[in-house]
């Protein structure tokens, strides 16, 4: 396979999840096990930091996880295929997985013009990021 780890703005699938946040509702790493690993010399942090992203990169990480999961959200809640949402944008149904899988091909441009696809307005865009990332709206 390629490496795809060494590109800049890389997130591995597996730690999007912890690079939101995730990690403090996970149950399975309750304060006793985290203490206990701490204890032995293990060292707790998240994706962003074990990839070494500024806060910058981390906020720009999050906007694009924001925008793919309201793309997802969005086209699932109008009843529509990733093929059909592709035919919407003059794509392929692979670029709209891509897409909601904030893969780092994926621009800006094509998920807000998804959004826009979709019949987001500025205000749903808004509602998106705020709901997703954190950002106020």
């Known amino acids: 396979g390629s490496d795809t780890a060494g590109r800049a703005g890389y997130v591995p699938p597996a730690s999007r999840a912890i690079l939101r946040g995730d990690q403090d509702e996970d149950p399975t790493m309750k304060n006793t096990k985290k203490a206990r690993l701490e204890t032995a010399g293990w060292r707790i942090s998240d994706a962003a ?4 992203l500024s806060d ?36 392929s149904q692979s670029r ?19 959004l826009v696809a979709l019949g987001a307005t500025p205000r749903d865009i808004a509602r998106v990021l705020a709901r ?6």
Request: glycine share 8%; net charge positive.
């Open 56 to 91: 910058e990169e981390r906020r720009f990480v999050e906007l694009k996880l924001a925008l793919a999961s309201g793309v997802r959200q969005l086209r699932e809640r109008r009843g529509l295929t990733q093929a059909a949402l592709a035919k919407q944008l003059r794509s």
């Open 132 to 137: 997703n990332s954190g950002v106020a709206a």
């Open 96 to 114: 709209v997985a891509k897409m909601e899988a904030a893969d780092h091909t994926v621009s800006l441009d094509l998920l807000l013009r998804g």
């Open 49 to 52: 930091e074990f990839l070494g």
